[in-house]
């Protein structure tokens, strides 16, 4: 689930991603472990006494070839964490109908399903919208709250039961290699958002806002509640964002002081912090395995009142708690503006010079939010090549090592997806985001495809 954003705005000079289109910038298995395995054999029994024999002569030597081992996969969390030519493909989205590969989904979720198995996601990010499971103070969140699977009003719909069934079918397709977790929390209840404060613009409600200080401790049972009941369902994870597009108004409101003005300073960074500090500490609390990233912020360049650039937020963040991360995530929509220079130039300067850049949503589709896809079939084949450049690119710079395609079922507030929203059909880039996360998983050690596979 995601919160309406508005378009975004970039400046002027930066570098376009993917090529001519020119597109929106927008604000969701455990590691593979090798197994080492010993041959033994059986002792010899003593050998009888032979006859004396006439000696003859003794054959040549032949030298037997020694077995040569298969080299031991890296684990998947290792190369997602070390910087590297390689790009792992992930995806958000949210219905398990999409996910699960049990038998018994429903068509056309099914045949979608199928098509996104192919895709061997690496990364599954899961965005948990805090309101919709707590809505009130007194009653612990509803981890199996009912979702009717729609888009919205719009059908097809195939229900699950919220977190439940999610982790459920994560658990299912991690079983079979990848889709390590990803878990993205957004949105604050309104019994434990912030009062009005600084700039903030229309339409701004208690969701918007960031948690109370003495609200934190509710955020860190529900990461608490979640990692329970992934551990119920056997999935694994791995990984947590704080917040989503904390440098966002929709998230994280106000983004600067009064009055308004872009002159006024930043103030995002500060609650942010409070709740990325209270995620570490759960983190290192619960049993298991868990790490944290950072970032998960909107691509904004241009000083406005309403928003924070992402210079601007890092720049906030303490050289501490952003080294302890084990990656910066992006949001970077294919034709937005490339802001990787600005960003590594930032993690260097903090003391973390080797953290590995993840952008965990990106697409190709509509030109701003909320508007229908236009240019029929030629456009969407540009906008799949355009898809296929951009990740040829990163694969090829060592710092990126992942993209989350957002999502598979396409939003129509947010039309960047790989099928249509009515399920009716795919996307050409639906084929590209597949070759890729192909290659990825079966032959991660050669180059990447040449060609785009766009029709």
């Known amino acids: 689930m995601r919160l309406l954003l508005p378009r975004r705005g970039g400046g002027r000079g930066l570098r376009r991603l993917g090529g001519p289109i020119r597109l929106r910038t927008l604000a969701i298995g455990a590691g593979a472990f090798a197994l080492a395995l010993s041959a033994c054999g059986e002792k010899d029994e003593p050998a009888p006494p032979r006859a004396q024999q006439t000696p003859s002569p003794t054959p040549t030597a032949t030298a037997t070839e020694e077995p040569v081992a298969a080299p031991t996969p890296e684990p998947l969390w290792r190369s997602l964490e070390t910087r590297g030519r390689r790009v792992a493909v992930g995806i958000t989205e949210q219905n398990p109908n999409f996910v699960s590969p049990s038998e018994g989904i429903p068509e056309p979720f099914a045949r979608w399903r199928d098509a996104l198995g192919r895709m061997h996601p690496a990364l599954y990010r899961l965005v948990v919208y ?5 809505p009130s103070a007194g009653a612990p969140a509803d981890l199996a709250a009912l979702n009717g699977g729609c888009m919205r009003a719009i059908q097809p719909c195939a229900a699950y039961a919220g977190l439940r069934d999610q982790l459920a079918a994560l658990a299912a397709r991690q079983a079979e290699g990848g889709w390590e977790g990803l878990v993205v929390i957004t949105g604050t209840p309104e019994w434990a958002a912030r009062p009005p404060s600084g700039c903030e613009r229309s339409r701004i409600g208690p969701t918007n806002r960031m948690p109370r200080s003495d609200a934190l401790p509710a955020y860190a049972k529900l990461v608490k509640r979640i990692l329970e009941l992934a551990k119920q369902e056997g999935a694994t994870l791995r990984y947590w964002a704080p ?8 998230s994280s409101s106000p983004q600067r002081a009064a009055p308004c003005g872009a002159a006024q300073p930043s103030v995002s960074a500060g609650p942010y912090v409070e709740v990325a500090n209270t995620l570490r500490k ?3 609390a619960a049993p298991g395995d868990q790490r944290y990233v950072l970032g998960e912020v909107a691509v904004m360049v241009r000083r406005l009142a309403v928003t924070t650039t992402v210079n601007e937020f890092l720049d906030a963040l303490p050289p501490k708690l952003v080294c302890g991360a084990r990656a910066w995530t992006q949001h970077t929509y294919i034709g937005g503006e490339d802001v990787l220079d600005d960003v590594d130039r930032r993690l260097r300067a903090k003391g973390c010079p080797d953290m590995p850049i993840w952008m965990t ?16 079939r030629p456009a969407e084949i540009r906008g799949c090549r355009a898809v296929h450049r951009i990740l040829g690119t990163w694969y090829r710079d060592p710092r990126i090592t992942a993209a989350v395609q957002y999502t598979l079922r396409e939003d129509d507030v947010f039309p960047t997806g790989l099928v249509t929203t009515d399920l009716a059909r795919a996307y050409p880039a639906l084929k590209e985001w597949q070759q ?7 032959r991660p050690e050669d180059a990447p495809p040449a060609r785009a596979r766009c029709g």
């Not at 805090?130 to 707590?134: F, K």
């Not at 917040?243 to 929709?250: D, I, M, R």
């Not at 890729?436 to 079966?442: N, Q, S």
């Open 130 to 134: 805090w309101p919709a499971i707590q």
């Open 361 to 376: 949503e990106t697409g190709a589709g509509a030109p701003r939010t909320a508007t229908a896809r236009t240019g029929g």
């Open 243 to 250: 917040w989503n597009e904390p440098n966002h108004p929709y």
């Open 282 to 284: 759960a983190l290192a």
């Open 436 to 442: 890729w996360g192909l290659r990825a998983r079966e």
